[in-house]
């Protein structure tokens, strides 16, 4: 039911530079894995099939990710070091990829609207890759969980965490009623707030359920907060004419694209993934 995943990838990732002057930063390891992939992976256990990508200029490695590389797969056939491709291969034989590209980097909530013409008429996920997410063993991805509540509600969802109130300035931050547990329906929402003027500390984080009229109201929505389009504006439009949710997700969040989140989530899969 929901089919199809976008990621907005667009951005420049200044956080890391020099790293991401000439590679995205979405394909930077975490491990031996790009960090898209991780994302692309958790969609495809929700379910989703198709993936949409929202580019910009020097994210041509990404594309080249999701494609049979020739070459190198004959340079290494016959040899153990095949398997090392198993999984990007079982994405790239099951499922389908599509590029398009924003042009100017004009906000997350401008990302979403450019990828419009991948998505059609259909409610979607959107995964920001740069959210590395991990849930315990045997429970359902975040993404996974958030397939299942859309199926009951049939509305937009985003995913939320508890934040130290000082950290709020980097966030969306909303306001909701309590529905059950670690479920809110939203009825504010700010863009960064500052720690006196967030409405809770409950933060949006790069994990959503869209319905297809967030398009329309994102292409009237004006740029908010810093002088983007921001998808938040656009889904508190959406909360006063209908509703939105808010789930606290089971499971934990590291944010990689901060240099610290990112050594984090390099340590966990370590210990966690790689050595088991
Ligand atoms: P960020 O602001 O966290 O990512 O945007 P960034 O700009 O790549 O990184 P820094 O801050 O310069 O280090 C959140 C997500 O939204 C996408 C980014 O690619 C990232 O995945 N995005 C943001 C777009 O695709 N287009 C935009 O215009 C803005």
Redesign the pocket.
């Known amino acids: 039911m929901i089919n199809k995943c976008l990621f ?9 530079l020099p790293a991401t002057k000439a590679m995205p ?1 979405e394909i930077l390891p975490i491990v031996n894995k790009p960090l898209v992939q991780y994302g692309v992976e958790e969609a495809s256990a929700a379910g989703i099939r198709e993936f949409g990508f ?1 580019t ?1 200029r020097g994210k041509r490695a990404i594309e080249d990710h999701f494609d049979i590389s020739y070459e190198l797969e004959h340079q290494i056939a016959g040899t153990g070091k095949e398997e090392q491709l198993n999984s990007i291969n079982e994405l790239i034989n099951n499922h389908t990829f599509a590029f398009t590209r ?1 042009n100017e ?4 909530g ?2 979403i609207l450019t990828g419009r013409n991948l998505i059609g008429d259909n409610a979607f996920a959107v995964v ?3 959210d590395f997410c991990v849930t315990e063993e045997g429970d359902d991805g975040v993404l996974g969980q958030m397939v299942q509540l859309y199926r009951q509600f049939r509305c937009s969802i985003v995913a939320i965490e508890e934040v130290p109130r000082d950290e709020a300035h980097k966030y969306g931050v909303i306001a909701g009623e309590p529905m059950k547990d670690g479920l809110y329906r939203i009825t504010d929402m700010v863009e960064k707030p500052a720690a006196d003027k967030a409405p809770s500390n409950l933060a949006i984080i ?1 994990r959503y359920i869209l319905t297809p009229d967030i398009f329309d109201i994102l292409e009237n929505t004006p740029p908010g907060k810093g002088g ?1 389009i921001q998808i938040t504006d656009a889904l508190l439009e959406q909360a006063r004419k209908g509703c939105v949710l808010a789930y606290q997700f089971r499971g934990r969040r590291f944010d990689c ?1 901060s240099i610290d989140g990112f050594v984090e989530a390099t340590n966990y899969v370590y210990q966690h993934v790689y050595r088991k």
């Open positions: 907005p990838v667009a951005g420049y990732g200044t956080r890391f930063k929202v910009g924003q980097m004009k906000g997350l401008h990302a920001l890759a740069d790069g983007e694209g």
